[in-house]
């Protein structure tokens, strides 16, 4: 008992002490313990606040045939009038008893059987747990033929469970873990059967205590508070029935946790049981193809996932020493950011912008791009409409995208701790094929919405809000995860986890909270203008405040080469734009440079769903750096482009397949290609004269 539910119990005895009516007080109260002790649905309802104090005393006297003592049952609920939150009649009950026999100088508990007892045989269980606790104990027998066989004893908060039914549960468990998390053979399941046969009756008694179980007192938004369970880890998965929860908060008399199941069969007063164990999420190749939630179960209705193995959804990163710098690209097939904001394999690169200015169909292009390269994907969606996530899945299949693919959903309409826990998740699983040598790419769209659902649990777990009523640590929510992206050194594999994180902004503000904290954490950011993205300019890439600390670093020598120049010649067609629209008489060199940013931004224009390889970005790109597409119309910069690439692929077909490693380009190379696309050129122009 802690100081508070000690004081309830003893302002009850001293209402006994007056009467003269302790003993009856114990025996009528001891008559409530063992029926609700039996029956979970009596306890419910009297823990329940939305249960009148008449209609429960009544419903009591129905069960016990209205011989219960008034006096006594009145007692009881007007001491429970006068508790605070989170205390109920059906604590107050235990209590006291508890408060009772530590008077005398003993523990009171409860032997329950599927048989009567003997004297004898309650003498010995007395012992054994006297022994085990190291105090007295005075226990009574009641039937529970539910148990099948064996004991169960019950002492305050402490449980040791020795029945059939409790070895049964643990039997099915086992078995069922060993199926699913291990795809056991039906020769191993025979083996575990047999084992657990011959150990039947050497099998120790389960103990349970206030270190490993607890009870709710108080569930209310997906939130629940726990007494008991004094050694539970932060992040550690709860049983409670058949759902589960995640300890947060660690106080000193109560444990805060979040649901993790939407049922509506968790009430108060209900066991929780701690697992040892932190949240946990199937890893392996089995993931791919799939559609799972927020810990790993499928979504999409094809069966259950044979998990190679399960790992913690939150681990610590990788070490400087454990890294290498990044050095290979990571090709997006997208134009203006594989040759101006290039991204390299284990870098963090930010997607970031207003609300509808294409950031997901970056990303979503970005996946498609990576078919044939040997990166496996992961998408993970947070706080998306599950319409748009079907659509998106059902892109990703059109393209044969899945096959390398795993989309981790917490939908907008699932709870906030779900949508807390899934960016760690699929995390999670990408770790596990970059520990194995393998390279991948994660997407988590967006962190906004999950920076939105931990605030949502830091309040309703009143802890204090900060700015914009964010916790203290919310940096730390997002350090923590893309810390966990890397290019592994070739000690360690050399694999790679390639994280493109997704901020949404409001009206283009990008020194707000939550984007400040996510620039300063990645590599850099592709900066996605409403402006542009009105005017017709897809992808809407900002070239100005676009940017990669990873630089050139991450792109192949060719492109390097043909795309050097392109942000110096994008960023003077901005500056005369925006003289040239106050003046009409402009000289020859400032004509020449808006006639080259025309079109070199519309060259940039790339449909959706639409991803170029390198080999083509190259040379479009060498056409635009040789002057020759500043020579075409503008509308038909588009026509050009892909007439070229037709040709190209058609009539020299080895000039691709020498651009395609990205290496270096040779003089000779460099002057048969230049001789191709002005001969090229040529006939273009006269063939839409």
């Known amino acids: 008992m802690s100081e508070r539910t000690r004081r309830y119990a003893r302002m009850l005895m001293d209402l006994a002490k007056q009467e003269g009516k302790e003993e009856l007080y114990r025996a009528e109260l001891e008559k409530i313990s063992e029926l609700l002790n039996r029956s979970s649905e009596l306890s419910s309802y009297l823990t ?57 100088g003993k523990h009171h508990g409860i032997v329950y059987s599927a048989r009567k007892l003997t004297e004898k045989q309650i003498g010995e269980v007395e012992a054994a747990v006297s022994q085990r606790m190291d105090q007295q104990v005075k226990l009574e027998n009641h039937l529970d033929e539910s148990l099948l066989g ?54 120790g008694i389960a103990v349970k205590n206030d270190d490993t179980t607890g009870r709710i007192t108080s569930v209310a938004d997906g939130i629940v508070t726990i007494s008991g369970i004094r050694k539970a880890m932060s992040g550690e998965l709860l049983r409670i029935g058949n759902g589960s929860a995640m300890a947060m908060n660690l106080e000193e008399d109560a444990v805060g946790a979040v649901l993790l199941d939407e049922s509506a069969e968790i009430r108060e007063g209900m066991e929780v049981t701690s697992t040892g164990r932190v949240v946990e999420t199937p890893v392996g190749d089995m993931l791919l193809g799939r559609v799972v939630d927020a810990i790993g179960r499928p979504l999409d209705g094809r069966g259950s996932i044979k998990a190679a193995e399960y790992m913690p959804i939150e681990k610590p990163a990788p070490g400087v020493i454990d890294r290498q710098s990044v050095n290979e690209p990571l090709q997006t097939g997208i134009k203006i950011i594989d040759a101006m904001v290039p991204i390299g394999k284990g870098q963090r690169e930010l997607i970031i912008g207003d609300r509808q200015t294409g950031k997901t169909a970056i990303a979503i292009d970005t996946i498609l791009n990576q078919k044939g390269k040997n990166v496996k994907c992961i998408y993970v969606a947070i706080g998306q409409k599950n ?50 040598g393998e390279d991948v790419l994660i997407v988590y769209d967006d962190l906004s919405k999950h920076a939105v659902a931990y605030r949502t649990l830091s309040l309703l777990l009143r802890r204090p809000p900060g700015r914009e009523a964010y916790p203290g640590d919310v940096f730390y929510l997002h350090s923590r995860l893309l810390e966990r992206s890397a290019k592994l050194s070739e000690k360690n594999g050399g694999g790679s986890l390639t994280a493109l994180p997704i901020v949404e902004t409001l009206a283009g503000d990008i020194s707000a909270y939550i984007p400040t904290n996510v620039i300063s954490i990645t590599d850099g950011q592709i900066f996605l203008q409403t402006e542009l993205f009105n005017s017709g300019v897809r992808p809407a890439v900002d070239s100005g405040l676009s940017v990669s600390r990873v630089g050139s670093a991450a792109q192949s020598k060719a492109m390097k080469k043909v795309a050097s120049s392109l942000k110096l010649d994008l960023a003077q067609y901005q500056e005369v734009l925006g003289f040239a629209q106050f003046g009409s008489d402009l000289d020859q060199s400032t004509r020449r440079t808006i006639n080259h940013g025309q079109h ?74 230049n001789r191709f696309i002005a001969d090229f050129t040529t006939r273009y122009k006269l063939a839409v004269k």
Not at 187 to 198: F, K, P, S
């Open 387 to 436: 319409s748009t996530v079907a659509q998106i899945v059902e892109k990703l299949k059109q393209n044969g995208a899945m096959s390398y693919t795993t989309v981790v959903v917490a939908g907008a309409s699932e709870l906030a701790a779900l949508q807390y826990v899934a960016p760690y998740t699929g995390c999670t699983i990408g770790e596990y094929w970059m520990n194995r």
């Open 600 to 673: 070199l931004t519309e060259l940039l224009k790339q449909p959706q769903y639409a991803p170029f390889a390198q080999e083509d970005q190259i040379i479009v790109l060498f056409a635009n750096q040789r002057g020759y597409i500043d020579t075409i119309p503008l509308n038909l910069v588009r026509d050009y482009e892909a007439s070229l690439l037709m040709e190209v692929h058609s009539a020299h077909p080895e000039m691709v397949s020498e651009l395609t490693s990205g290496e270096k380009m040779s003089e000779q190379f460099t002057e048969e290609l």
């Open 150 to 203: 064996g004991i169960k004893v019950v002492v305050g908060s402490n449980v040791w469970d020795n029945s059939y039914l409790s070895r049964l549960k643990g039997l099915k468990d086992e078995l069922l873990y060993s199926e699913d998390a291990q795809e056991a053979s039906v020769r191993e399941m025979n083996e575990a059967i047999r084992q657990q046969i011959l150990n039947y009756e050497q099998q």
């Open 48 to 104: 329940s606040s939305d249960n009148s104090v008449s209609d429960k005393k009544a419903t009591l006297q129905r069960y016990f045939g209205n011989k219960l003592d008034k006096g006594v049952l009145n007692a009881v609920f007007a001491i429970g009038s006068l508790k605070e939150k989170n205390y109920n009649e059906v604590m107050l009950i235990n209590d006291f008893l508890a408060y009772y026999y530590q008077l005398q």
